[in-house]
């Protein structure tokens, strides 16, 4: 989900869950889409990109969806471990040289 | 993994001064950009550059803003006169590629503090 201001969204899984980040963009001319993994302190981390010629596409652990009718993009973590905690940011580019990131969604693994 | 490094990693400094924030991209990557985090917020993109020069700079990037590649290594963010909202944690990046459209690597940050 997307927030307001200072109040990042939380999702709270257990560790071994699978792990679902929601994200919805804006502009319909994005055609370019990425998620990025910002752990405290440190800058965004690459984790997976979609192109819009795609709905779907896998790496290691992590599953991205792109529903291009209704503008929304999906990370799905697979068996979820506490090093996976951290801020998940949405990002959408429209051919030009900047990404527009979403407002992020802080993801709390329990052990 | 190369990594891309930014000096300093906090930097504080009196309303009215001039920073500059230093960023040492990825050795073969040919793109460069900043973008900068206020806290709790979305990372804003603030300017791109190739070929020594800007290719493309959002509304934040006025003329207080400018950036520079001095050598084969450094790349750098001049900020003239800070104002207090200019407060926020700067991040470098760079790509091998046309950058938005490829992975781009972010370095861990400038926290700049304008009190």
């Known amino acids: 989900g997307e927030s307001v201001g200072l109040h990042l969204p939380t999702l709270s899984v257990q560790e071994g869950d699978n792990s679902i980040i929601n994200c919805a963009y804006s502009?319909?001319?994005?055609?370019?889409f990425i998620w990025y993994k910002q752990e405290s302190g440190k800058g965004p981390q690459f984790i997976i990109d979609i192109r819009s010629n795609m709905d779907k596409r896998q790496g290691q652990r992590v599953t991205v969806l792109l529903n291009k009718t209704v503008k929304h993009l999906s990370l799905q973590i697979a068996a979820t471990q506490p090093g996976d905690s951290a801020v998940y940011f949405c990002?959408?580019?429209?051919?030009?040289?900047?990404?527009?990131f979403g407002s992020g969604t802080r993801l709390l693994v329990r052990p | 993994e190369p990594e891309v490094t930014q000096t300093p990693s906090h930097q504080v400094t009196q309303m009215g001064q001039e920073v500059i924030l230093r960023c040492v991209p990825i050795s073969n990557h040919l793109y460069f950009y900043w973008y900068r985090q206020i806290l709790g917020q979305k990372v804003e993109f603030l300017v791109s550059?190739?070929?020594?020069?800007?290719?493309?700079k959002s509304e934040i990037f006025d003329d207080q803003f400018s950036v520079e590649r001095p050598d084969g290594s450094n790349f750098t963010l001049k900020i003239r006169s800070t104002k207090l909202e200019d407060s926020a944690m700067y991040f470098c990046?760079?790509?091998?590629?046309?950058?938005?459209?490829?992975?781009?690597?972010f370095g861990s940050g400038t926290q700049l503090s304008v009190l």
């Open positions: 990002a959408e580019n429209d051919s030009s040289y900047k990404l527009i």
């Open positions: 502009n319909s001319a994005s055609d370019y």
């Open positions: 990046a760079s790509s091998e590629s046309q950058g938005a459209r490829e992975k781009l690597f």
């Open positions: 550059f190739y070929n020594n020069e800007i290719s493309e």
